[in-house]
């Protein structure tokens, strides 16, 4: 009877949709900005070897497993002329034992690579003298320092090609995860602690990455870009975050000041003694692609409608400006009624703000 | 139809029915009910929340809710599943079925047993009533400190999430007690250890995984409990206390809670798998001890959890080793599965669908879980989709189908009658599709680098076909389960009648009529094998003779329990007010618990000798 066998060929359906889904996955899919299966680097390379060999086993143990459950059901199936109860076995010590050995032994076979690439991941970086960059979470941005450049910046980082970069990475408000999919796995943030990871960029290019440990209301704009450039470049770009900004932006820090702004981020220095701050560092902010934690790209359009309402942008940002903005005579708008929302900052000291920062470079 | 209105065996004219009779109820049989009913409400919307987080992520920027909103609904999705969903779901099991398959009158304890359901009940209700105060919980379903201490979530959310697991802890401990002690005490002449079913050794081994690992998060909570209230120091870094603390002890309660919501459903296959192959289960001594194995290295592979924390590489090696291990019992579980069927007469009803669903489903979640077991491949799928794929192929694809296979299977042992086998089909074949739907592309987002907990992403990350499906696939889940409902509800009137024995069945529970009476056997069975209705019916094994045991003696209904557990759920609920309100409600509580319990204490507690009417 065709019904009793209609069951199997869902199960055999379900089955060969999966597995062809499994088979085409590392071959078909699209390269994506945060996909971790196209390796760029030293670090992810040889995590995606380890991947690979895994992914491969598995899916060979899928297709004998289920495909002998799909075999015994479409053998046993009941043919309803049954007079008797089949033979009652109860179990096969000898089977027993040679599966769970086999068992042991497939286990074995991915277990031993799996620790030469945590001695890998976790030994000290594969060359001398790597470029160091401190990493610190913070909801919602990144903040980068180069200790031996003494540089600090936000949410974009430069490194040269081909040099290893070794990444001290903490936090100080709660844990965050620190991650660029395409160049390595990601080591998590924590208050308190300092943690190593690294790997060394051979390709050029812009790579994204996000938070990945929830941190709160906008866990989910917390993103972060690296930028491989020729060393040269670097070197070049080193000098120009260390260079003194144009005199003539001095003209804007006065309404910058005025406007709080000051009390969270530094425009004149960005040294090892402005590191911490409550917001991200501005000083070369006009040199960055773009504002906010990787989520607006940086044109002035787009900083007016950041700096105006934050929170608009990235829920419960803690950008808010002093109160006594809202205190004066003149209070400039309603949402000093609500402190939470916007920075109730009248349009043309916006305005202003905007040309000072498009300064910064 | 001849058979709608036959009247059941056993229609108790006795029985006491109404609303009063349910609240002081300690019968284990209904307790078992209201566990399943208060469990699968809580599914439906612990499911609701699921869905409006499917709808924001179906588009690119979507705007459904707010940012804060999908923070609280991850959040309480994954508390509602795990701890009121799945977790009382099996409870249900275990209160009906496991006294009527040791062949057991009721469980050691059954006013306590009557407490844990109502401290349960508290306690869902104390924590789900944070949205009605507007602050839900939204530090994620771990909420790992410092995000959850008073500086990283200000309002009570946490605190509803702490307090209300602690409720839900009380609870559970208190089960696991009583199912210990029924489990090893109370078993029919002649079942020894190796004769009790296997979802009764399942049983066991969660009840001592629930009794040794709540206390750990016991300790956990209080600790954030305490930074939170009373401003100790236990999770703050800024006063050089490590935040890792709290996820050691958040997942070494965590990972054995895994094998509290997997192993009950394992029981069930257990037993559905050899009924619907007519065959006994292969091995039956390796699937318990395997059962045992992941229970005992369920305690040993918590830092799996904490790979990228960065715990250095001998702790990575050993995690990652122990991990690996439990891979060999729970293929030894599948290979005895699989084993079982072979070789039988296999029939598809609709527990035997669902119960090899899970086999199929929960092979995948084991195989991924493998994939991050290797702590380099964890470091680029941890806290991606590709971990919310793994964990619904084995809490969804495992525990859901494996929960449902025995909601079909022993239905007509609740009721009497049988659920409709055509709206079964369709509920398992929508289940199954729209589960795979859903979560089979959900590796692809996670390997595309898709971090979970995200409520928003943009249309350039690429993410946005295989959100779609996935979305599609949840609706399509959400719709049989209504398919399920209908069932469920109109084949008590409708559906056939059952007799004791459906499924020509092997175990003692299908001994008894159905619904069992009030004292579930008029005789106690006497046990020769591991499969005494079998032996009865194809072996020629004595059968229990006609009429019923003098004596027997049934615990009378008590309305204590609820006053008890109101007590016990004021005292904890009431604790988040102490720093602001005063620490009143919580002294109310504590009244309500000492007077509840002397109550109680002076009840007659050697019960009554049910009458003959019949």
């Known amino acids: 009877m065709s019904d009793k066998r209609a069951p199997i060929f869902g199960f055999t359906a379900v089955f060969l949709i999966l597995a062809i889904l499994w088979i085409w996955y590392p071959f078909g899919t699209p390269l994506l900005f945060q996909s971790t299966i196209f390796p760029l680097t030293d670090n992810a390379e040889r995590t995606q070897s380890v991947y690979a060999m895994v992914y491969w086993i598995t899916l060979v143990i899928f297709l004998v497993v289920e495909g002998l459950l799909l075999y015994t059901l479409f053998r046993f199936r009941a043919r309803g002329d049954e007079k008797a109860p089949p033979a009652q076995t109860h179990g096969h010590t000898a089977l027993e034992v040679g599966w769970t050995l086999a068992t042991v032994v497939l286990v074995l076979v991915m277990y031993v690579p799996s620790c030469a690439a945590i001695r890998y991941h976790q030994g000290p970086p594969p060359t001398p003298n790597p470029l160091v960059i401190d990493v610190t979470g913070r909801q919602w941005f990144w903040e980068f320092y180069y200790p031996d450049q003494d540089l600090t910046t936000a949410n974009e980082i430069v490194v040269p090609q081909g040099r290893t970069v070794l990444f001290h990475v903490s936090a100080t408000d709660v844990i965050h995860s620190f991650w660029f999919p395409r160049l390595g796995g990601k080591r998590d943030a924590v208050p308190g602690r300092t943690q190593p990871m690294w790997f060394t960029p051979t390709e050029l290019g812009d790579f994204h990455g996000q938070c990945t440990e929830y941190c709160g209301s906008s866990h989910a704009l917390m993103k972060m870009d690296i930028k491989v450039v020729p060393a040269a470049d670097f070197d070049a770009w080193v000098a120009q975050q260390k260079a003194p900004s144009d005199p003539a932006a001095m003209a804007g820090f006065g309404v910058f000041a005025a406007s709080g702004c000051i009390a969270c981020h530094m425009t004149m220095q960005n040294d090892k003694t402005v590191l911490h701050m409550n917001g991200p560092n501005l000083m070369k902010v006009a040199t960055r692609g773009k504002i906010a934690a990787g989520i607006l790209d940086n044109t002035p359009e787009n900083l007016k409608l950041w700096i105006s309402n934050p929170q608009h942008v990235k829920p419960d940002a803690k950008m808010n400006v002093p109160a006594m903005q809202c205190t004066g005579p003149g209070t400039p708008d309603a949402c000093c009624r609500d402190v939470q929302i916007g920075n109730c900052l009248p349009d043309a000291t916006v305005d202003q703000l905007v040309a000072y920062l498009e300064m910064m470079k | ?614």
Request: charged residues 10%.
């Open chain 2, 1 to 614: 139809m001849a058979t709608a209105t036959h009247t059941l065996p056993h229609a108790h004219a006795a029985e006491p029915t109404g609303i009063w009779s349910w609240i002081t109820t300690v019968d284990h049989k209904r307790i078992g009910i209201l566990y399943g009913v208060s469990a699968f409400i809580l599914f439906m919307t612990g499911g609701v929340e699921a869905l409006i987080m499917r709808l924001q992520l179906a588009e690119p920027d979507g705007t459904v809710v707010s940012a804060q909103t999908f923070n609280a609904l991850f959040t309480m999705h994954g508390t509602t599943m795990i701890f009121m969903a799945i977790m009382p779901l099996g409870a249900a099991f275990f209160n009906y079925m496991v006294p009527l398959m040791i062949g057991a009158r009721d469980v050691a304890f059954p006013r306590l047993n009557a407490l844990s359901y109502w401290v349960f009940f508290f306690g869902a209700l104390f924590i789900n009533s944070s949205f009605l105060f507007g602050t839900p919980p939204d530090a994620g379903w771990f909420a790992y400190a410092p995000l959850s201490n008073r500086t990283g979530s200000p309002t009570h959310s946490v605190d509803f999430w702490i307090l209300g697991l602690q409720i839900l802890g009380v609870a559970s401990m208190m089960a696991g007690v009583n199912f210990i002690v029924t489990i090893l005490n109370m078993r029919a002449p002649g079942m020894t250890l190796m004769r009790m079913p296997v979802f009764v050794w399942m049983v066991l081994v969660v009840q001592f995984l629930v009794v040794l690992a709540f206390p750990i998060i016991t300790v956990g909570l209080v600790f954030l409990m305490f930074d939170r209230l009373f401003g100790t120091n236990f999770y703050i870094p800024e006063a050089g206390a490590d935040p890792l603390l709290y996820q050691h002890l958040f997942w070494l309660f965590g990972h054995p809670e895994v094998y509290i919501l997997i192993l009950p459903a394992m029981g069930i296959v257990s037993e559905v798998l050899p009924t619907f192959s007519r065959k006994p289960l292969f091995g039956a001594e390796f699937v318990i001890f395997s059962g045992i194995a992941i229970g005992f290295l369920g305690f040993g592979v918590w830092s799996h959890h904490m790979f990228t924390t960065g715990l250095g590489p001998v702790a990575d090696i050993s995690f990652s080793f122990t991990t690996m291990m439990i891979a060999v019992p729970t293929a030894v579980k599948i290979f005895n599965w699989i084993a079982t069927v072979w070789g039988g007469q296999l029939r598809f009803d609709t527990p035997m669908l669902f119960a090899l669903g899970f086999v199929f489903m929960f092979t995948i979640g084991g195989l991924s879980g493998f994939m991050h077991a290797v702590p380099a491949i964890d470091l680029q799928q941890q806290d991606t989709y590709f971990i919310v794929a793994h964990f619904h192929y084995v809490l969804f694809g495992g525990s859901i189908l494996g929960l449902f296979g025995g909601i079909y299977y022993w239905y007509p042992k609740f009721t009497g009658r049988l659920m409709d086998e055509r709206l079964g089909m369709y509920h398992f074949w929508g289940t199954m599709i729209g589960f795979n739907m859903t979560f089979f592309p959900m590796h692809f987002l996670g390997a595309d680098g898709m971090p979970r907990r995200i409520y928003t992403y943009h249309a350039w990350e690429g993410w946005s076909t295989w959100n779609m499906v996935a979305t599609v696939g949840a609706f399509i889940i959400a719709s049989s389960q209504l398919i399920f409902l209908y069932n469920y509800v109109t084949s008590r009137v409708r559906g056939k009648v059952a007799g004791n024995d459906p499924w020509d069945a092997a175990t003692l529970e299908w001994a008894t009529s159905s619904p069992p009476p009030e004292w579930d056997f008029d005789r106690i069975p006497q046990v020769t094998s591991s499969r005494p209705v079998f032996d009865m019916k194809y072996h020629g094994a004595p059968k229990p003779p006609p009429g019923r045991d003098e004596g027997i003696h049934i615990p009378p209904p008590s309305y204590w329990p609820i006053i008890v557990g109101l007590g016990i759920a004021m005292i904890f609920g009431g604790a988040m007010l102490v720093p602001t309100k005063g620490p009143w409600v919580s002294i109310t509580g504590f009244v309500i618990f000492v007077g509840g319990t002397f109550g109680w204490v002076f009840q007659p507690g050697y019960g009554y000798t049910p009458s003959e009417h019949h």
